[in-house]
């Protein structure tokens, strides 16, 4: 089965861009769709967003404008780039394989706390 | 805004039967629900509102009447006691994706 880990900066200035990587081990990234789901400490799951293999990408509306899914095929790698983050955006980051025609998510990276703090 | 309402905790003996709902503008077929353990990542436990992955133990199993679709989870052992979250893609949007507010379950 497929396996997923995040990696990235895992403490932030506001305003600055949140980056994290999604590597793909097991699979591949042109086999799936692929999402990111973030939950701020001690509360729920939140939607990013998704992105297809071919690239076609959909973006939960209250980040849309701040956002950007992609993939790098060749190095099988997944990303997730949040701009202008804010202390609101303090969360563990989750990426997750997406299955849309189902519309579940179901395998799951271990999750990365991102940080934002002056 | 479309939204899925979960009680926020459920609890239970060792071998009863616990069901958790989930309320809202639901689509017919997209209903999955997540396991999360304290530090851990969510775990699918059932997709498409009463199938479930082959890793899970039938003691899992989803249904879904109207507007609200539950969790049941039977014969309940310690180790199912964890946050649950309903998760559906939204009613006249089905590429957006909504979670609920999560449930903790107790095993007394």
């Known amino acids: 089965q497929v396996q997923l880990q995040e990696r990235g900066a895992g403490l932030l200035k506001p305003s600055e861009t949140l980056s994290l990587t999604c590597a793909v081990y097991?699979?591949?990234?042109?086999?799936?769709?692929w999402a990111w789901i973030r939950q701020p400490p001690g509360k729920g799951l939140d939607w990013i967003g998704e992105?297809?293999?071919?690239?076609?990408?959909n973006y939960n509306p209250s980040l849309k404008s701040r956002v950007t899914l992609s993939l790098h095929t060749s190095r099988n790698l997944f990303f997730l780039e949040l701009y202008s983050v804010t202390a609101a955006d303090t969360a563990v980051y989750y990426c997750?394989?997406?299955?849309?025609?189902?519309?579940?998510?179901?395998?799951w990276g271990q999750g990365s706390l991102v940080t934002v703090s002056a | 805004q479309s939204a899925l309402t979960q009680p926020p905790s459920a609890s239970g003996s060792p071998g009863q039967s616990v069901t958790i709902s989930c309320t809202g503008t639901?689509?017919?077929?997209?209903v999955s629900w997540y396991q999360q353990h304290p530090g851990k990542a969510p775990k699918l436990v059932i997709f498409?509102?009463?199938k479930r992955p082959s890793w899970v133990p039938d003691r899992f199993s989803g249904s879904k009447s109207g507007n609200t679709a539950s969790l049941t989870v039977s014969g309940l052992q310690p180790e199912d006691e964890a946050d649950y979250y309903c998760?559906?893609?939204?009613?006249?949007?089905?590429?957006?994706?909504?979670f609920g507010g999560g449930t903790k379950l107790t095993v007394l």
């Open positions: 997750a394989t997406f299955n849309e025609g189902g519309s579940y998510f179901d395998v």
């Open positions: 097991g699979g591949s990234v042109i086999d799936y769709n």
């Open positions: 992105v297809s293999p071919s690239g076609t990408t």
């Open positions: 639901i689509t017919d077929l997209y």
């Open positions: 498409e509102v009463n």
């Open positions: 998760s559906s893609s939204i009613v006249g949007n089905s590429f957006d994706m909504i």
